[in-house]
């Protein structure tokens, strides 16, 4: 039995506003603004109190009336002390360096008409939550305000190139928009409905068809929109980052976002832009990006061709490893003696151990447990800038990028060549490559990025364990996942088996697919349609 605290009758009235029960220990926290919730959690480190008895205590404004005035005011805007958490966190942070305790609040936070430049810069950071409008369910066939959906930015007007940057922009989506029109009655001829198929799965799924195929058109510059929730703490690391950032465009969101910030969780972010602490911390980044951006530049090798994917790096003994690592957490025995028992192990009663750990999978959700983090593999991947902004929201791994650019070529889907819109599509990547050549000579690299279409290939590396890989590689070859992504994680999959021979690790793997699906959205979409009517939740519209 859990001790039972007692509160007054006027003590359960102000607290029953702020606490989702008053007897149990374990219970959520309303109706407080996010500093008082962190301030409450850091105290809460240092006393004995309840953190019920300390909003009561230390929190409630003009304690001195009593708890009965209290209790009547509790509609007031301001009974809850707000000034007292504030002072709290800097004594906090000036008295104990603390930073820790920015990880206590959080806020959600809508970033809206954001260049794809801009969003993979939102989203770098790991510990953090985001959602981030798809090119896979709208079309972008639609002007917002007087012109398309794209960025224009600031250094390109600098640098005397806008009126071409808008001509070409404008050509790139009006492309777009004409591809669309042919894919959608292409894709309609192509996969009829079905009998037991409603017109909305059935045009949801030919939206998702074609905006695959005709992504590749969109640049860089095209805007999105990124919901985030994210602690006080991940919240200044970004903005630190984005402060330090090459681009223009980072550096004047970064503040936007800290006006914003400031306004619902002042404390937390208070130390970014002071010139003594966050000041100089972006400094420091800005100055080690632009020493490695030199040593780069004067490395003087062209890249050697390679395949779309290739395992870089892995470990010979990483089945052995994680053997050894299956039973740390269900023995006594120190690390080493373990791996010298599986080391002796024969290699079937290896294979077993591992066969075991993992169990049996009923559900592509059931992941083996932490012992598989004791191997992992780093794959080079070149492939077009789509698949990129896929793949890169996988944030717990390792996983870095080079500059988008028009080096590595472009990529042209099957069905634009379907349709007969080869000629479009090429003379697309050409403009927007000449445009990408005139903005570099005038405004350098990193703003050339921004006219550069998703077809355009880009290369990055992912260094994940094997535990990440099965999240990976399970869930972006399933069914609804877009073809070209799918093929990178099926490669994936096959090197870890082929090459590296972790056969027991890439057979467990269980649900990777590697079936071919002309509507792979269909099934998923159906699925989705069921649970609305089975919830009586009206259908979206499409």
Known sequence: MYFEESFTSDEQAVLARYFTNLDRPVFALINLPEVVKGALFARY?????????????????????????????????????????????????????????????????????????LTKVLERGRLAAYLEQSTRYIYYDRPLGDRYRYFTPVEVAEAGLQDEYTVTMDWLFGAYTELIAQLVPHFEA??????????????????AKACDAARGLLPAATT??????????????????????????????SQLMLEELRKVIPSFVKRVDLPDRGGVWSD??????????????????????????????????GELKVAAAALYAHSDLPDDQLLAIARRLPAEAQAKLIR?????????????????????????????YGIFRDLQRHRLMTLDWQRLGTRHGYITPDPVRAVGAVRLWDEAMDRAAHLAERIE??????????????????????????REAFHLIELRTGEGGHADYRRVCQQMHRLIREQAGHI??????????????????????QRSEARRTAQGVPQPAV
């Open 190 to 207: 192509q996969f009829p409905p079905g009998p037991d198929v409603s017109d909305f799965v059935w045009k949801s799924t030919i939206r």
């Open 224 to 253: 999105s929109n990124v919901g985030i929730y994210a602690t006080g703490q991940a919240y200044e690391s970004l903005l630190l980052r984005m402060r330090a950032h090459p681009l223009a465009e980072a550096r004047d969101y």
């Open 284 to 317: 420091y980044l800005a100055t080690i990006r632009a020493d490695m951006d030199e040593r780069g530049r004067t490395l003087g090798v062209e890249p050697e061709s390679r395949p779309e994917v290739v395992l870089t790096d892995w470990d010979p003994d």
């Open 45 to 117: 480190s240092r006393t004995h109190k309840s953190l019920r008895r300390l909003l009561l205590d230390e929190f409630l404004a003009d304690p001195d009336q009593g708890i009965e005035a209290i209790a009547s005011q509790l509609q007031a805007d301001d009974l809850v002390a707000t000034h007292k958490a504030e002072a709290l966190y800097q004594r906090v942070f000036s008295e104990y360096g603390d930073d820790s305790v920015a990880q206590l609040g959080g806020v959600h936070l809508a970033t809206e008409q954001a260049s794809n430049l």
């Open 441 to 466: 000579a005038g405004a350098g690299s990193d703003v050339a990025q921004y006219a550069v279409p998703f077809a355009y290939k880009i290369r990055f590396y992912m260094d994940l364990n094997a």
């Open 356 to 384: 075991s750990y993992v169990g049996n999978r009923s559900n592509r959700r059931h992941k083996p447990g932490r012992g598989m983090e004791r191997t992992g593999y780093r794959f080079d991947i070149l492939c077009d």
């Open 504 to 525: 027991q690790i890439a057979d467990a793997m269980s649900y990777v697919d590697y079936n071919d699906y002309e509507l792979g959205r269909l099934e998923s979409e």
